[in-house]
């Protein structure tokens, strides 16, 4: 989510420092908003249900380190098939590369527990995994425009330097 918004009046990028939303608030609406869903699906709550949430939010700097993770993880899947290790006798031994770790490592598990870790991961059908809002809905073409205009940014300007880069892409014709 971009910290900044656009000043309607002046027409001018607002940069803002810290975060878009104060945290406490945050934690307030989302409790509010987790405990009507709760309510509406006629689940009972619990008596004693906190009436004080933490949200916890993190800056993520420029946002480099989020958009590699995510670029990993929505488009390449939880797990390639080449980190299938071994698949016999009812037994899955995979590697996996741990966060904290930076080091890869093997686990062996029953093929129902490989399944059990695999399908949280699988989305159901009709669902997706990346959801646009704001500026970067499909439906916001306009807003884009207006954006390229304030923030003098050329995107054909942009993608003449990345053809360069890449010419392979152009003697296709892709």
Not at 25 to 50: I, N, S, T, Y
Not at 81 to 90: A, P, Q, T
Not at 129 to 149: A, D, E, N, T
Request: overall charge positive; charged content about 25%.
């Amino acid at each position: 989510m971009p910290g900044a918004s656009i000043n309607m009046l002046k027409g001018l990028w607002k940069k803002k420092t810290g975060y878009l939303f104060n945290e406490r608030a945050l934690a307030k609406v989302f409790r509010a908003k987790m405990l009507e869903a709760l309510v509406d699906q006629g689940l009972k709550l619990p008596g004693d249900c906190p009436q004080k949430w933490v949200a916890h939010c993190k800056n993520v700097g420029n946002g480099d380190k989020a958009i590699i993770y995510l670029g990993r993880y929505l488009y390449r899947g939880v797990i390639q098939e080449k980190d299938i290790l071994r698949c016999e006798d009812g037994m899955v031994t995979f590697r996996y590369l741990p966060a904290k770790y930076k080091k890869y490592k093997t686990r062996t598990v029953t093929g129902e527990k490989f399944l059990y870790l695999l399908m949280p991961h699988v989305l159901p059908k009709g669902f997706r995994r990346v959801r646009c809002y704001g500026f970067l809905h499909p439906c916001s073409k306009k807003l884009i425009k207006f954006l390229q205009v304030v923030l003098r940014v050329n995107p054909l300007r942009m993608l003449a330097g990345r053809q360069k880069e890449r010419p392979f892409i152009s003697s296709y014709g892709l």
